[in-house]
């Protein structure tokens, strides 16, 4: 576990979705991680909310059994029973009154807390979940909102929660919640950047030939398949995760790490993309839906068997050539790449720096490969820099591309903490600057927007893929026309 980490003030996590799988899965293991290291004080209330009717105890033993299948160490499960002790549960249904006034007096019962709600549901029923918190008076300073993705389905429909989230909560109540902003390798890249004089001065179009951001998974689409019917992998993954890293990357340097100092860098970012629209999204995107195949050695079935429909046009694969237009990336091209089903389960980020200007070594020494830095989100979070050493021995100069390769689990010799673990203590300080601003998600719907337009009004479907590949042929297409691959070797 993390060394050094310092208890948060005393507060309550209310989960509405208390019993779903996020809750179960993440947001709970979560905070006993926390709890395990010292950081969650003994007043602290996590409370469970859902329409199901049953008793605190019987919640307490689902949430036992989730937390022994997220921890192992006899130590922790040990510890098990004593942070149950902080759980509870009330049931509600967020589209009644009744059971409101109860749950209410229930947290004023402790003034003092800092109060978290998490809205683990439907965005369909945000709206109904912070007007009845308002109308019962729990949207006060110490109160925050947590908003998880998707906001909306498009830029009208995420206007339109963030109007009525913000007539309840004020901007900096409210957080907008993007797992991957929370991972280790995301803010070492800060740390990469701004901490080491070596990177910046090469950070720019002079210096890198083109940048790959990748976010495969090996599973289907599970127990989501009506929602991700609904969505499809642009909107759930492009519009918000992957837009962020590219964010992340392309940023200029903030003065500070004020939160909205690091925002107003990202929002600049959003501005600066090229437009992809029915003109030009034939060339730059392709959408791509997997059919049967074979996952890590098993025959998995394809998408609409998955879905149990006999047609659907929802993408499960996207690749996409992205252009920031400002002086720092001109002519760099970004391209990102997400799908289910792919052979293995990685997020990188690939800075491919230019070729060196000129050989001074002959043929015979070998080819010289272009500096490569890989920052792997997951799995094994930690960064690689590529470069050409001279292979060890006599015989004449041999070159070779080969990595310096830190893994942050070996280097600081602690467990990596699930992104969860740190954005959930980061609500309850206050701190904004890893959480999207509502000025953020509208500029990425005004992006996404005019795409997802252009696929509508396209006569081609997506292109099938085999299960367990790299998505369709077309995606190889796109990069291999400007003169470059995949990075899909060293998973």
């Known amino acids: 576990m993390i060394t050094h980490a310092k208890p948060v003030v005393a507060f309550d996590l209310v989960i509405f979705g208390g019993t779903g799988d996020l809750a179960m899965r993440k947001l709970l293991p979560a905070m006993f991680r926390r709890f395990l290291d010292g950081q969650l004080p003994a007043p602290c209330r996590l409370i469970g909310v859902a329409r199901e009717q049953q008793s605190t105890d019987t919640y307490r033993q689902r949430v036992s059994e989730a937390l022994r299948k997220a921890v192992k160490e006899d130590d922790a499960i040990a510890r098990i029973d004593a942070f149950l002790g902080m759980v509870s549960y009330h049931p509600l249904d967020a589209t009644s009154d009744t059971g409101w006034e109860d749950f209410a007096q229930d947290l004023k019962s402790i003034e003092d807390h800092v109060r978290v709600f998490y809205l683990s549901t439907s965005p369909g029923i945000f709206v109904d979940i912070c007007e009845r918190l308002r109308q019962h008076g729990l949207n006060g300073e110490g109160s925050r909102v947590v908003i998880e993705k998707p906001i909306g389905h498009d830029l009208a429909s995420a206007c339109e929660i963030n109007d009525a989230v913000g007539a309840v909560f004020a901007e900096n109540q409210i957080f907008r919640i993007d797992h991957y902003l929370g991972k280790e390798t995301v803010q070492n890249l800060l740390a990469l950047r701004f901490a080491n004089v070596l990177f910046e001065p090469l950070w720019n179009a002079a210096h890198i030939d083109h940048v790959q951001i990748t976010v495969a998974e090996t599973v289907g689409v599970e127990q989501r398949g009506p929602y991700y019917d609904h969505a499809g992998a642009l909107r759930d993954m492009v519009q918000n995760h992957l837009l962020q890293l590219l964010c992340m990357v392309a940023m200029e340097p903030p003065a500070s790490l004020n939160a909205d100092t690091v925002r107003d860098e990202k929002l600049k970012v959003l501005h600066a993309l090229k437009t992809i629209d029915a003109g030009n999204a034939g060339q730059v995107t392709v959408r791509g839906q997997y059919r049967a195949g074979s996952a890590n050695g098993q025959s998995v079935p394809g998408y609409l068997e998955d879905l149990g429909s006999p047609a659907s046009d929802t993408e499960t694969f996207v690749a996409l050539k ?40 002959a043929e015979s020494s070998g080819r010289i490969s272009a500096n490569k830095l890989v920052l792997r989100l997951q799995p094994d979070e930690g960064v690689k820099l590529w470069m050409m050493a001279k292979y060890p021995g006599p015989g004449g100069l041999r070159l070779q591309s080969v990595p310096l390769d830190m893994s942050f689990a070996e280097a600081f010799g602690v467990q990596q903490p699930d992104a969860y673990e740190r954005l959930l203590l980061d609500v309850v300080r206050g701190n904004l600057t890893l959480f999207m601003r509502r000025d953020e998600v509208e500029a990425a719907w005004k992006w996404i927007d005019p ?41």
Not at 351 to 358: A, E, L
Not at 451 to 469: F, H, K, M, Q, V
Request: aromatic share 14%; hydrophobic share 40%.
């Open 451 to 491: 795409i997802l337009a252009a696929w509508a009004e396209s006569p081609d479907s997506p292109r099938s893929y085999t299960a367990g590949t790299w998505g369709p042929s077309a995606s190889v297409a796109l990069i291999e026309r400007d003169g470059r691959t995949w990075h899909d070797d060293d998973h």
């Open 322 to 361: 992205a252009q920031v237009c400002n002086w720092r990336w001109a002519g760099v091209p970004f391209y990102l790449r997400t799908g289910k089903r792919m052979p293995h389960r990685v997020s990188e980020i690939i800075i491919h720096f230019r070729d060196i200007p000129y050989s001074i070594f």
